[in-house]
């Protein structure tokens, strides 16, 4: 199951920066993770400092 932002994202990229397949991008409002190419391999979850990020 994919990863999803939430709402406590306070787009400081290091999501983005810590994906290994790049499947997170810059939103309008913060960033969000393409779930037809995420792995499900939490990598963001964990590098996420306002763990803003959870399964989907």
Known sequence: MAYVI???CVSCGSCADGCPVSAISQGDTQYNIDPDTCISCG???STCPMSAIEEG
């Open 6 to 8: 939430t709402d406590a």
């Open 43 to 45: 990598a963001c979850a």
